[in-house]
């Protein structure tokens, strides 16, 4: 097991933090509300130059594209307001965010009607496995901006996931390529202990269920 899966499980909860009542249903059972941005990832927030980035898209398609930062802009853009929930205990309220609905990328593509899954390839590298059902779903973006301004570096400029109805580190940021799979197969936290599917109003924390996530974790981070 990694050793996040392994640090954490050994510590136990705290009690959580008091929510109003009018948003309480929204918090999933165990996460705390916070008002600032938390920064988490593994590895050095990468830096590109915007005109050589490129996100591919792979896998089970008929045939393989490659997108540009510009070509994604001249897309629609969507924006949504979400609840996101990171795995460490954090849950932030009302986030906006613009980019590509994947629903409308997938549009694009002539991705073969057996594929069931996709791995999200990100920097450094990272990547996570979604089912593509979910990310179907009306709210999963390719985000670059968060509220009302271009994304940051290090909330993962110039292009992440937003998959907000699952905990946070599916939402890879730094994607560079979408690769559509027949059969399902465990990205990097989900190699490492972590659950597959990752509900957090069913707390699929980890994949073992001796294991558990101190209420702190989050807030020995950086934030903005
Ligand atoms: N490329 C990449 N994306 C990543 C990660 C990472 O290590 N690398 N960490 C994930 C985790 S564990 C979380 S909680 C969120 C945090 O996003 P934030 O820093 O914008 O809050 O990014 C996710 N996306
Ligand atoms: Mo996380």
């Known amino acids: 097991m990694h050793k996040k899966a392994e640090r954490l499980k050994k510590v136990t909860s705290i009690k959580q933090a008091a929510v109003s009542p009018e948003v309480a249903h929204r918090v999933p059972p165990g996460q705390t509300v916070t008002e600032r941005f938390p920064i988490l990832h593994e590895g050095e927030v990468p830096e590109y130059d915007i005109n050589s980035w490129s996100l591919r898209v792979f ?11 510009e070509e994604l802009l001249a897309l629609p853009q969507t924006k949504t307001v979400c609840d996101i929930h990171c795995v460490t205990r954090w849950s932030k309220l009302d986030t906006e965010w613009e980019g590509i609905k994947f ?26 496995n979604v089912p593509l059902a979910d990310l179907l779903e009306e709210n999963v973006l390719l985000a670059h901006r968060f509220d009302g301004e271009p994304l940051t570096d290090k909330h993962g400029w110039p292009m992440r996931l937003l998959v907000p109805h699952l905990y946070f580190w599916k939402s890879a940021k730094w994607i560079t390529g979408i690769e559509f799979m027949k059969e399902d197969r465990e990205g990097f936290w989900e190699r490492n202990g972590f659950h597959n599917y ?13 294991n558990e996530m101190p209420e702190d974790e989050w807030l020995k981070k950086e934030f903005d």
Do not use: N
Not at 59 to 69: D, I, K, L, N, P
Not at 103 to 128: G, N, R, S, W
Not at 198 to 210: C, G, I, L, T, W
């Open 59 to 69: 896998g089970e398609v008929e045939e393989e594209r490659t997108f540009s930062f």
């Open 103 to 128: 629903k409308d990328l997938m549009q694009l593509l002539k991705v073969k009607p057996d594929a069931q899954y996709a791995m999200i390839h990100a920097d450094e590298d990272y990547d996570t």
């Open 198 to 210: 990752a509900d957090p109003f069913k707390e699929q924390r980890f994949s073992s269920e001796e």
